[in-house]
């Protein structure tokens, strides 16, 4: 593991929200899923982030699970070192999380080479992870193992009912939701207008917004003029 400082003031409260979102459930899930896509001889960790991040922190599990999602001899990386150096363990980080983004996973899901060298955010390892089994399930393209169902049922089992007031939405999950309801909601009911209705509504705008029949510059001034008073 990568040698790190202590936190201090605002960092450790920032580490410590960031450790907050890690999820021991999701941890095993992942660990079950990437022992069966990957196959082999590959060993579990024993549970806990820290030995989560072992575990995968030198970038040759992450390899070979990015390789295991293609066909034999389309593997986007070629040669997986094996060497202990740091900088080649980091670029392996690299090599995974270009071909993890190449694979469709989307850039705001991608973690920083740093949140796992360094346990920064084991959380956003977690995210990429989800991500790219989830994106692995949807493909159906036959290069998949493991249960199907390891995705959909943690989708399930975070999933918050959608709750809503007058004057704000309780949390962002809901606030993302609402918004995606709203947008396929306005693509389910998108309505033809002929041209009589179009200026039909053109002449009822006018008339809400006023008439100036009528009005004259009657009685005004010019612009720094004194007005006379009647």
């Given at each position: 593991m990568a040698n790190r400082g202590p936190s201090?003031?605002?960092?450790?409260?920032?580490?410590?929200?960031i450790e907050q979102k890690y999820d021991p459930d999701l941890?095993?899930?992942?660990?079950?899923?990437?022992?069966?896509?990957?196959?082999?001889?590959?060993?579990?960790p024993q549970p806990g982030k820290q030995n989560f991040q072992t575990w995968l922190m030198d970038g040759t599990i992450l390899c070979r699970l990015i390789n295991s999602l293609y066909p034999r001899g389309k593997e986007p990386i070629k040669k997986i070192s094996e060497t202990q150096m740091a900088f080649k363990q980091m670029e392996k980080i690299s090599q995974f999380l270009q071909a993890a983004e190449a694979y469709g996973v989307t850039t705001t899901d991608i973690f920083q080479t740093v949140d796992?060298?360094?346990?920064?955010?084991?959380?956003?390892?977690?995210?990429?992870?989800?991500?790219?089994?989830?994106?692995a399930v949807t493909k159906d393209d036959g290069q998949y193992k493991g249960d199907r169902d390891w995705f959909h049922r943690y989708g399930e089992k975070k999933k918050q009912p959608l709750k809503t007031s007058k004057t704000h939405l309780q949390s962002?999950?809901?606030?993302?939701?609402?918004?995606?309801?709203?947008?396929?909601?306005?693509?389910?009911?998108?309505?033809?207008?002929?041209?009589e209705q179009l200026r039909q509504g053109q002449?009822?705008?006018?008339?809400?917004?006023?008439?100036?029949?009528?009005?004259?510059?009657?009685?005004?001034?010019?612009?720094?003029?004194?007005r006379q008073i009647m």
């Open positions: 201090y003031g605002l960092s450790r409260e920032v580490q410590e929200k941890e095993q899930r992942l660990v079950d899923w990437i022992v069966a896509q990957c196959g082999g001889n590959l060993e579990k796992l060298w360094e346990g920064k955010d084991m959380a956003a390892v977690q995210r990429t992870l989800m991500a790219l089994g989830s994106l962002p999950h809901t606030c993302t939701t609402l918004l995606l309801y709203t947008h396929r909601k306005a693509q389910g009911y998108r309505r033809e207008f002929t041209e002449s009822l705008i006018g008339l809400q917004m006023g008439s100036n029949r009528g009005a004259s510059q009657a009685g005004m001034t010019g612009y720094g003029m004194h």
